[in-house]
């Protein structure tokens, strides 16, 4: 007869093995977070709107499926160690929140931290990853961001297997959101760990900025987008670079949330808006639910986009597409209009990583405006255009 000890390992084993056939997160996660709009200032009133809201607005039929809580929403534990949802923020539970958010189509997301407290002092998982997961998988919780505060002397790559496993062995399907902010080299060993990972610190509503805070630092849109090069081999379905959350509608210009969302679109980033849904503009709707510029971001080969030409504040990004396409954001990042002639004879698209490759001196393609949403010519003439101060134009290449 095997032993008590034995028959334990199997059955973590065997629960383990079905974790990893959770088929999750092939394409970039598309959803919503609490923390960039409300920050602490959240309650189950306003999840349930926001579900609401993203299915009127629009948002669930581009694509968007997360509804996902942040800081701030713990109690305390049970005597047994178990995690409470805050009684006065989320009196009726988790459970019955996860089940209005499935009710409408969509999923729950849920946040913790690999310390003993989180970011905003609530209780952290530390010690209690598996007890976290097992509440998690019975609330019916679809996606757990976890965050880095409070662990000093831990090994990142130790603590967040840990959470892994306990998810995996919960036996309950949850993309697992990597929240370390990019400092123990994440692309090492978070895409055997994670379905995404932080690359940068938090990002803050402006075009070009850097707030520092003492130990560390919030930083614009360019900011982060700079610190991407380099990481588009470690990207591809079910593991992502995570840029952070969207800014859109939360203070930037039309064109710089326009150009923000591209550029993300472009870097296969995941599409986690951080602003209220339940009072968009116009604009912001129109921005957050292209669905054209969203099929890039959700192209099945799953290819991050690289910086084919850098004239300074121009740079042209080329994002290879399945099927021989090709998607190109140019971005003017300075104060300045410029004058686009772009002669694509004179640069084609050669992507070893993805095998794609176009050259336009043997080739005709379409060429197709992404925002305007119309086709602009082909490649066969020169692209030109004014592109103004912190604009894009983003355009798809077809046969």
């Known amino acids: 007869m095997k032993s008590f000890y034995t028959v334990l390992v199997l059955v973590l084993f065997s629960l383990n093995a079905f974790g990893q056939k959770f088929d999750l997160a092939k394409t970039p996660p598309m959803g919503w977070n609490s923390w960039n709009r409300f920050a602490c200032d ?5 999840i349930r709107q926001v579900a609401d809201a993203m299915v009127a607005t629009g948002m669930k039929d581009a694509g968007y499926q997360y509804i996902n809580i ?44 690999a310390g003993a407290h989180t970011c905003g002092g609530r209780a952290g ?11 998690y998988a019975q609330w019916g919780i679809d996606y757990l961001k976890f965050d880095w505060c409070d662990t000093k002397g831990l090994s990142a790559p130790a603590s967040y297997a840990t959470m892994r496993d306990a998810l995996y062995n919960a036996g309950h399907p949850i993309v697992f959101s990597i929240c370390e902010w990019g400092d123990n080299n994440p ?12 690359t940068t610190g938090d990002i803050h509503n402006c075009w070009d900025c850097e707030m520092g805070f003492g130990t560390w630092s919030k930083f614009g849109v360019l900011n982060i987008l700079d ?64 669905k054209e510029v969203i099929a890039l971001d959700q192209d099945p080969l799953g290819v991050q986009c690289y910086k084919m030409v850098d004239f300074g504040d121009y740079e042209i990004y ?82």
């Open 187 to 198: 692309t090492q060993w978070a895409p055997e760990t994670g379905h995404l990972w932080r």
């Open 318 to 399: 080329a994002k290879p597409l399945a099927n021989n396409e090709v998607a190109l954001c140019f971005l003017n990042r300075g104060k300045e209009t410029i004058k686009v002639n772009f002669n694509w004879k004179d640069y084609p698209v050669m992507d070893g990583m993805s095998g794609v490759s176009l050259d336009f001196s043997r080739d005709i393609y379409k060429v197709r405006d992404l925002w305007l949403k119309k086709e602009i010519g082909t490649t066969a003439t020169p692209l030109k255009a004014d592109l103004q101060p912190h604009d894009v134009i983003v355009v798809r290449l077809f046969k």
């Open 42 to 46: 959240i309650n189950e009133d306003l």
């Open 227 to 290: 610190k991407q090069n380099g990481l588009r081999k470690y990207a591809g379905p079910s593991h992502w670079n995570d840029p952070d959350m969207l800014e859109v509608g939360n203070g930037m210009t039309y064109i710089e949330d326009r150009a923000h969302f591209s550029l993300w679109c472009m870097l296969a980033a995941p599409l986690i808006s951080g602003n209220d849904l339940r009072n968009m503009s116009k604009e912001t709707i129109d921005i957050l639910t292209n």
């Open 125 to 135: 998982s530390r010690g209690y990853e598996n007890q976290d997961a097992i509440t």
């Open 70 to 113: 942040d800081d701030c929403w713990q109690g305390t534990r049970d005597s047994l160690g178990f995690i409470r949802p805050d009684p006065d923020r989320f009196p009726s539970g988790m459970k019955k929140l996860a089940d209005y958010v499935h009710s409408k189509g969509l999923k729950l997301g849920i946040y913790s931290d």
